[in-house]
């Protein structure tokens, strides 16, 4: 993914740009999530993910009972083994693992329980849930990291 070498650095080039645009659709952004979607589906096509995994290198997701629950059986252990070998508390009294990159990330960028991995992981990096306008600040956020976030609010904001 040469085209996102910078990534952070185009980001920060279109910060300006995209919350300009926070400000003044923010009514009208509620009306969106159908055309956001799209956007959503169209760039995770052409964006690979393996090429990637700047979420699963950089990003602590949540990580909540049910998942704990899902890992373990995946690994066959207990809950507090998952707990005691991978997790801690963070300041927002959730679980995410104790270091980043995340210890289930192989060489390859796959993800070793891929079919068992954290809601947070599944869902990130959003831009295809409901009322996309709650995060669209976190989504600006997100640009700096994530190709896909970045593609979308480029195209919107083009709109
Ligand atoms: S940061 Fe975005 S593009 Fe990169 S692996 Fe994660 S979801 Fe995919
Ligand atoms: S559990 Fe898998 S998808 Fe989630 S951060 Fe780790 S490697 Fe990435």
């Known amino acids: 993914m040469k085209e996102y070498d910078n990534l952070p650095l185009l980001a920060e080039k279109s910060r300006a740009e995209f919350l300009q645009y926070y400000k003044k659709n923010k ?11 799209q956007l959503h589906e169209e760039v995770s096509e052409k964006v690979d993910c393996l090429a990637c995994a700047n979420c699963c290198k950089t990003l602590g997701p949540a990580i909540y009972d049910k998942d704990i629950d899902r890992i373990a059986k995946a690994l066959r ?3 507090s083994e998952v707990v005691a ?3 801690k508390i963070d300041e927002d009294g959730d679980y995410v693992f104790q270091s980043m990159p995340c210890p289930f990330l192989m060489p390859d960028n796959y993800c070793s329980i ?4 954290p809601k947070a992981c599944r869902e990130y990096p959003h831009t295809d849930r409901k009322k996309f306008v709650q995060i669209y600040k976190l989504t600006v956020k997100n640009t700096a990291t994530c190709p896909i976030a970045y593609e979308v609010l480029k195209q919107l904001v083009k709109k």
């Open 27 to 37: 009514k009208h952004l509620e009306k969106l999530d159908i055309f956001v979607h």
């Open 114 to 117: 891929y079919e068992h991995r």
């Open 85 to 87: 070998q991978y997790l």
């Open 77 to 79: 252990v207990k809950p």
